[in-house]
């Protein structure tokens, strides 16, 4: 493909609207001083000494007349890479176009297939042909961008006083970098074989240019990242937390909360609530609830009653201990200070695993 649709939607975009934007790109004000002359030489009368001079502000000589100057002069200023996913960082002494993505929520097991999927997302709806060259690198088919330049100083600092025709090649080449403990990963996007021909003749273009071409696109993969990330965690909420049984180091029963301490914590106290146990003291600093059973009622007189079914455990006081465990919450539960049984923590397993999700779906 040769980009017959005016290449992908970001250049598309800059073909559009190149023209109206010209203005904005420009320097603007009074420009008289293009036609200022060099100073003659100073003329020292014979009968004057010659001032003494130095060369600590002398002005070098430099060869500025292919450069543009006055309403030519592009004052568009460099884009940036947004790091602006969870997650998503660049270095303060990064030199390439690159950016850093850590493993948060919502990524899975690997960040690696997590951003490598976003990127061909991004690439295909760009509608951007590739082929991977390796493991980790993949390499556009390439491109080309037509547009017509308006005549007033050009666009980007290019063209004359007629409108000329400019035309643009470009592959893009991208490489990944992961970590070898797997939980970070790099993304940088190169600009290979540009070049630009103006009527006919091939003109040079400075590194900006490039360089913003090539931070559009992994401006455009970092929001999708962003966006994918984003959908995910959504996703997981909307499903709630679960809970599983297991089995602890000393062989006794727990229930494992699958989320930290700190969001297992709120939602522990809620579910006991929820299937009858009333909390009647605890300790966050312990990560321990004090909890009371007892078989649900029928009410008074038909009126009011429990909303919770019977566990088919003995009524008493409880404690149900929380401790982290890696990104997980175990929870033990005790009575009499000792650790029930598996058969009184299977007894109680579904109400409380249902309780918990729930409860974080709300």
């Known amino acids: ?19 109206s934007s010209v203005e904005k790109e420009r320097a603007s004000g009074g420009f008289e001083y293009v036609n200022i002359q060099p100073t003659a030489t100073l003329n020292i009368p014979g009968d004057l000494d010659e001032p003494e001079t130095g060369d600590q502000y002398r002005i070098p000589d430099t060869d500025i ?65 590739w082929e991977k060259v390796d493991e980790n690198r993949w390499v556009t088919e390439q491109m080309t961008v037509q547009q017509s330049v308006d005549g007033e100083g050009g666009f980007l600092g290019f063209g004359g006083e007629s409108d000329s025709t400019r035309e643009r090649t470009f592959r893009y080449e991208l490489s990944q970098e992961t970590e070898s403990h797997q ?20 003109k040079q273009v400075a590194p900006l240019v490039v360089r913003n071409l090539e931070t559009d696109l992994l401006n455009a993969v970092i929001s999708e990242v962003n966006r994918k990330q984003q959908l995910a965690v959504a996703r997981e909420k909307a499903e709630g937390i679960d809970t599983r049984l297991s089995k602890a180091t000393e062989g006794h029963s727990v229930f494992i909360v699958e989320d930290d301490f700190e969001q297992a914590w709120p939602l522990v106290n809620l579910a006991l609530e929820d299937i009858g146990f009333e909390v009647e003291d605890l300790n966050r600093e312990t ?54 049984s598996d058969e009184w923590v299977n007894q109680v397993f579904e109400a409380f695993k249902n309780a918990v999700k729930q409860q974080s779906q709300l």
């Open 1 to 19: 493909m040769k980009l017959s649709r005016l290449a992908w939607m970001g250049v598309a975009a800059v073909v559009v609207t190149g023209c």
């Open 65 to 129: 007349a292919p450069a543009p100057i006055g309403k030519r002069v592009n004052i568009t200023a460099p884009q940036q890479v947004r790091p602006i996913g969870l997650g998503s960082r660049v270095l303060e002494t990064e030199t390439e176009t690159r950016v850093y993505f850590d493993i948060v929520d919502g990524m899975g097991d690997s960040v690696t297939e997590f951003v490598r999927q976003a990127t061909i997302d991004v690439l295909e709806r760009r509608n951007i042909e």
């Open 183 to 202: 939980r970070s990963t790099a993304l940088r996007v190169d600009v290979n074989e540009f070049t630009q021909v103006i009527d006919g003749e091939q």
């Open 287 to 340: 990560g321990t609830y004090f909890v009371e059973y007892s078989e649900p009622s029928s009410g008074f007189m038909f009126i009011g009653g429990d909303d919770y079914d019977d566990l088919g455990i003995a009524e008493g006081e409880y404690e149900f201990r929380l401790l982290e465990d890696g990104e997980d919450t175990s929870v033990t539960v005790y009575q009499d200070d000792e650790i029930v």
